[in-house]
């Protein structure tokens, strides 16, 4: 049974900088792809990052040079480094990995 746990969620002002770990148990991590999604308030959830098995990424409009996802394969885990964070990035941060969802890490961003 797989099994994620995200950390890493925080307060921070606008124009600061959190990094999001996303643990993932399961010998089948290397060969899958991984995403990060985010719900905010009264919102749709939505696709932030996402990156291959072979390391390739995709990332939303919305956070297109400010965020940047990547994958320690010997680690089972994925990392979402969110730099120059704006209010509108807050919400709950989902971490996804063969149809299995985290519970989720809360990022606030004050202006």
């Known amino acids: 049974q797989v099994r994620l746990v995200e950390s890493g969620g925080g307060l921070v002002q606008a124009g600061g900088s959190l990094r999001l770990s996303c643990a993932v148990s399961?010998?089948?991590?290397?060969?899958?792809?991984v995403g990060w999604y985010r719900q905010a308030p009264g919102k749709e959830r939505e696709l932030v990052a996402h990156i291959a098995s072979s390391g390739s990424t995709i990332y939303a409009d919305s956070v297109k040079g400010r965020f940047t996802i990547s994958r320690d394969n010997a680690k089972n885990t994925v990392y979402l480094q969110m730099n120059s964070l704006k209010p509108e990035d807050t919400g709950n941060y989902y971490c996804?990995?063969?149809?299995?969802w985290g519970s989720g890490t809360l990022v606030t961003v004050s202006s």
């Open positions: 399961g010998s089948i991590f290397r060969i899958k792809a």
């Open positions: 996804r990995f063969a149809s299995t």
